[in-house]
């Protein structure tokens, strides 16, 4: 523990070198953790197992428009138990007003930056429950036939929107009459009017997509691939279908990570074998001295690479640390409490000291295995 330190600006740079690419497997790791098992929990909110599309939508969430009959065609399918359409229309971040006048000026600041804008959806306000929305904790639901909106907690944060304030839809002012929070990102980030007056507004007599529920014993994939069978103009996508695509994307994103994270520690383990390298030529004398009063070439090997390990792992400490730091800091500069979380998982951490561990045990070989062939005659040397 105490001879990796005797060179302690050595040390401490070798230790900074490693402590950074443990810092980016561990930030990346939480992030995409706390992403997946928000998409997850979205999926599972959501009381719809599956989603109907029209055949000419380019993907998940583009979506073509799809005549609005198809909804009580497709209720009358076996095993299907409720039907919600959902029409989608996107408005610019300059479509949000507020009584507040500083709300006024964030959202007039967004929208003049171009940044983002939000989709409206139109459901009819007894089928939310399919889209995962149950919890109001402030106002109520939109009626029917209304002008009314219903907004998640993440975009009334995001928008400084409160019960009272205006969005503009097409040109109509809709009154945000309540906010709802399920405690996840996706979910929270939505915005509900009555279906009726969103297409009378938009003059669409056509939909975005149709959502079903399924009964409890029901072969969901069964009722989707029966459905795009009998209806060739129509796409299906089942909830464990999206979860797949969310799994796929995520597991991209930890290749991504994963390649960035071992670049960074390639260049730290250079710097170890550096540090073990003077470490052991520095140390020849007392190398030679020790074996010449019986220490073992193994003894000696196992000396330099635990030194090498102690530095890795007391790197994997301070990355760990540094990562966590790094993600908490962010997330309260740049989201609220409610929009995301990180995902703390014991692999994320176990990762991230196997891989230091590793690079000790790797970067301190060499020099270990010189340091063992050393003639106890080198001492003589220095005497």
């Not at 007056?197 to 399924?214: G, H």
């Not at 129509?234 to 995520?250: H, K, P």
């Amino acid at each position: 523990m105490r001879n990796p330190f005797r060179n302690k600006t050595r040390s401490i740079l070798s230790i900074t070198g490693i402590a950074v690419g443990i810092t980016i497997i561990v930030a990346l790791g939480l992030i995409t953790t706390g992403l997946e098992d928000s998409m997850t929990e979205t999926l599972n909110d959501n009381a719809a197992e599956i989603t109907v599309s029209s055949a000419d939508s380019e993907s998940m969430g583009t979506y073509a428009e799809l005549n609005s009959s198809y909804e009580q065609t497709l209720a009358n399918v076996s095993g299907v138990e409720e039907t919600a359409s959902v029409l989608s229309v996107y408005v610019s971040s300059d479509a949000f007003g507020s009584s507040d006048s500083s709300s006024q000026a964030s959202s007039s600041a967004m929208a003049s930056s171009g940044f983002g804008g939000e989709t409206v959806s139109g459901v009819d306000p007894s089928k939310l429950n399919l889209v995962g929305v149950t919890n109001i904790v402030e106002g109520s639901v939109y009626a029917d036939n209304s002008t009314d909106a219903l907004i998640g907690r993440s975009i009334a944060d995001e928008m400084n929107l409160t019960i009272g304030d205006t969005i503009t839809v097409e040109d109509t002012e809709f009154t945000v009459t309540g906010i709802y929070e399920t405690g996840n990102m996706m979910t929270d980030s939505s915005i509900y009017v009555s279906l009726n007056t969103l297409q009378n507004i938009s003059d669409a007599d056509y939909v975005s997509y149709i959502l079903l529920k399924t009964s409890a014993d029901a072969n969901d994939t069964q009722i989707s691939e029966n459905i795009k069978a009998t209806y060739t103009d129509l796409s299906t996508t089942t909830s464990e279908e999206s979860a797949q695509m969310m799994s796929d994307v995520m597991g991209m994103i930890d290749t991504v990570t994963l390649a960035i994270s071992l670049l960074a520690i390639l260049v730290g383990g250079i710097g170890i074998v550096n540090t073990m390298v003077m470490t052991v030529y520095e140390r020849t004398k007392e190398i030679g001295v020790l074996k010449a009063v019986g220490w073992s070439n193994r003894r000696v090997l196992l000396m330099i690479v635990g030194e090498s390990v102690v530095l890795t792992v007391i790197s994997g400490i301070v990355g760990s640390i540094a990562g966590i730091l790094i993600d908490e800091i962010g997330i309260n500069l740049l989201a609220s409490s409610s929009e995301f979380s990180l995902g703390f998982t014991a692999d994320t951490f176990i990762m991230a000291f196997g891989i230091a561990i590793i690079v000790g045990i790797l970067g301190g070989l060499y020099p270990a295995y010189t340091a063992s062939k050393l003639a106890p005659t080198e001492a003589l040397r220095y005497e």
